[in-house]
C-alpha cells in the first residue's frame, strides 16, 4: 500500500529448525523483493536476502549401574545385572552412535545375555551400534551376569565399560564414558548333622555293632575353604 517517505516496515517470519535438519551453510533463506507504482531511482537496492546456516550440535552421555551391589557369590543364575545407558543430551539429533563396551569379568562370572533395546550388540566386537540416535532420547544396554558360587571376594572387580561416539562433535566429551563396578561378597552356611544305628544298641551284640555317622553340609551360596570339623567322642567302659 502507501508507504510514506522515511518510514520502514518490517516482516518477521519466525522459524523452527529441528533437531533433525541436516547441517548446511547458507541453507535458509528469506529473499524478498520490492516493487512500486512509481519509477525507483535505484532498483539494485530492491532485493535482499541474509542466508543462514545450520549447525548441528550434540552431547552423547554415558551412564552405567549394577544390581546388587556387592553380589554374592553362588546366590542364583543370572545374579548381577549391569545396565549401560546411552543418551543424547542434544540439542541437534546425532547420527552413527555406537558404543564400545569392555567387560572385566573374573573367573567364577560367566555372561548370560546382552540386550539391547535400541539398536544391535556385536559380541564378537564387543560395539553396540545404534546408529540415528534422537535428541532426549535415550537407550540401554541389559549385561546379565552369573556370579558363580566359586568366584572370588573382592572389592569393584566386575564390570562393564561403556564409551560413546558419534559423527558429530560432542560439545562434552566428559560424559562419554561411565561404568559401574560391582564388588563380590562371599556368604557360607555351613552346618552340621548327626545319626546313629542302631539306637539303642544292645550291648554285646557283636563287633561293629553300632555306627555314628557327621554329616558335614554347605548350605552356601558361596564355596567354602579351609573347612575342617572338630570332633568330640565319648565312649564308656
Do not use: K, Q, Y
Not at 525507483?40 to 549447525?55: C, G, I, M, R, W
Not at 545396565?83 to 547420527?95: F, Q
Not at 551284640?205 to 555317622?213: D, I, R, T, Y
Request: proline letters at 7%; a negative charge; zero cysteines.
Amino acid at each position: 500500500g502507501d508507504h510514506p517517505a522515511g518510514i520502514s516496515a518490517n516482516l518477521t517470519i519466525t522459524l523452527t529448525v529441528g533437531s533433525d535438519t541436516a547441517e548446511g551453510t547458507d541453507v535458509i533463506s528469506a529473499t524478498g523483493t520490492v516493487s512500486s507504482n512509481e519509477p525507483d531511482t535505484d532498483e539494485t537496492n530492491n532485493t535482499a536476502v541474509d542466508p543462514t546456516s545450520v549447525a548441528i550440535e550434540v552431547d552423547m552421555a554415558m551412564s552405567a549401574s549394577d544390581d546388587p551391589d556387592p553380589v554374592v557369590a553362588g546366590s542364583g543364575a543370572g545374579n548381577l545385572v549391569h545396565v549401560l545407558t546411552a543418551t543424547n543430551n542434544g540439542p541437534s539429533d546425532a547420527t552413527g552412535v555406537f558404543i564400545d563396551v569392555v567387560p572385566v569379568l573374573p573367573a567364577g562370572v560367566g555372561l548370560d545375555s546382552v540386550e539391547a533395546d535400541i539398536g544391535t550388540f556385536d559380541a564378537d566386537t564387543l560395539v553396540w551400534t545404534i546408529g540415528d540416535h534422537p535428541a532426549g532420547i535415550s537407550a540401554n544396554l541389559t549385561i546379565t551376569l552369573t556370579v558363580g558360587a566359586d568366584a572370588a571376594e573382592g572389592t569393584d572387580v566386575i564390570s562393564a565399560t561403556g564409551t560413546v561416539s558419534s559423527n558429530e562433535p560432542d560439545t562434552d566429551e566428559s560424559n562419554n564414558t561411565a561404568v559401574d563396578p560391582t564388588s563380590i561378597a562371599r556368604e557360607v552356611d555351613m552346618a552340621m548333622s548327626a545319626s546313629d544305628n542302631p539306637d539303642p544298641v544292645l550291648a554285646g551284640s557283636g563287633p561293629s555293632n553300632l555306627v555314628h555317622v557327621l554329616t558335614a553340609t554347605n548350605n552356601g551360596p558361596s564355596n567354602a575353604t579351609g573347612v575342617f570339623v572338630d570332633v568330640v567322642p565319648v565312649f564308656t567302659g
